[in-house]
């Protein structure tokens, strides 16, 4: 099995579906895939009542980091949405090309901060939109 291996991610955004704005000075994501399982009552023929799992809701997260330059990069989508409620459309690729992951995105927060060299740094906490389809290729 070969582990995957690649330079820094990419990450793309757009204000519409297939992203294709490269968001700039980005160095580190972050990826969180969840789910919650639903309880539901299971009936057999022959047996008792169980309960079963079956899969629910799933859910995706993303801390995107970087350095802040809002001017002519897709860092403005980011604000765009955490400001007027934008839509925002997020596709991040952890190689050159593959694997990617592309939802529609909500933007939970933003975190800036200061750093000793003069430059800004900037976190921003996103999360798949309710109800928005995640695409992993």
């Given at each position: 099995?070969?582990?995957?291996?690649?330079?820094?991610?990419?990450?793309?955004?757009?204000?519409?579906?297939?992203?294709?704005?490269?968001?700039?000075?980005?160095?580190?994501?972050?990826?969180?895939?969840?789910?919650?399982?639903?309880?539901?009552?299971?009936?057999?023929?022959?047996?008792?009542?169980?309960?079963?799992?079956?899969?629910?809701?799933?859910?995706?997260?993303?801390?995107?980091?970087?350095?802040?330059?809002?001017?002519?990069?897709?860092?403005?989508?980011?604000?765009?949405?955490?400001?007027?409620?934008?839509?925002?459309?997020?596709?991040?690729?952890?190689?050159?090309?593959?694997?990617?992951?592309?939802?529609?995105?909500?933007?939970?927060?933003?975190?800036?901060?200061?750093?000793p060299d003069g430059?800004?740094?900037?976190?921003?906490?996103?999360?798949?939109?309710?109800?928005?389809?995640?695409?992993?290729?």
């Open positions: 099995m070969a582990i995957t291996k690649g330079n820094l991610p990419t990450v793309k955004a757009a204000a519409s579906a297939s992203p294709t704005q490269v968001v700039e000075h980005i160095n580190n994501v972050s990826l969180s895939f969840s789910g919650k399982n639903v309880d539901v009552t299971e009936f057999a023929a022959s047996a008792p009542v169980y309960i079963a799992r079956a899969p629910g809701i799933k859910d995706v997260k993303a801390t995107i980091s970087g350095f802040l330059e809002k001017a002519a990069t897709g860092q403005a989508f980011f604000w765009a949405n955490m400001v007027s409620d934008t839509a925002l459309y997020v596709k991040i690729l952890l190689t050159a090309t593959t694997p990617a992951v592309e939802f529609a995105a909500v933007v939970d927060g933003i975190d800036i901060k200061d750093t430059y800004v740094e900037v976190t921003y906490n996103v999360s798949c939109a309710l109800g928005s389809a995640v695409v992993i290729t």
